[in-house]
Nanobody
Framework: QEQLVESGGGLVQPGGSLRLACAASGIRLRLYNIGWFREAPGKEREGVSCITSINSTTYYTASVKGRFTTSRDNADNTVYLQMTNLKPEDTAVYYC?????????????????????WGQGTQITVSS
């Protein structure tokens, strides 16, 4: 069964850190660009970050640049999103996705409409 499963979400205070994991089964993540997306209440889904398949180049939307880091562990078939200095505006459901991710500087404008594989999402709430 082809599946992506996110983990690591939760409640964190402003300025705190979290690390999300996107673990795959039935999908070899190393073959795909992987994207992280988020959807906040009342807002459209937005691309947050991505990592390329070929050389693991990473890109970030402007609002998270310098605070979030995406990495991949091909041996574990897992992609990570390390988030630091979290802000209330980072509150959202976060998703990972694979396949047909146009991973580049414009990742923030891609909403994932062409991507085939999606995780179930994990909630991140940043609040004091």
């Amino acid at each position: 069964q082809e599946q992506l499963v996110e983990s690591g979400g939760g409640l964190v205070q402003p300025g705190g850190s979290l690390r999300l994991a996107c673990a795959a089964s039935g999908i070899r993540l190393r073959l795909y660009n992987i994207g992280w997306f988020r959807e906040a209440p009342g807002k459209e889904r937005e691309g947050v970050s991505c990592i390329t398949s070929i050389n693991s180049t990473t890109y970030y939307t402007a609002s998270v640049k310098g605070r979030f880091t995406t990495s991949r562990d091909n041996a574990d078939n897992t992609v990570y999103l390390q988030m630091t200095n979290l802000k209330p505006e980072d509150t959202a459901v976060y998703y990972c996705a694979a396949d047909l991710i146009p991973c580049g500087p414009a990742i923030g404008t891609y909403r994932g409409q062409f991507s085939r594989y999606w995780g179930q999402g994990t909630q991140i709430t940043v609040s004091s």
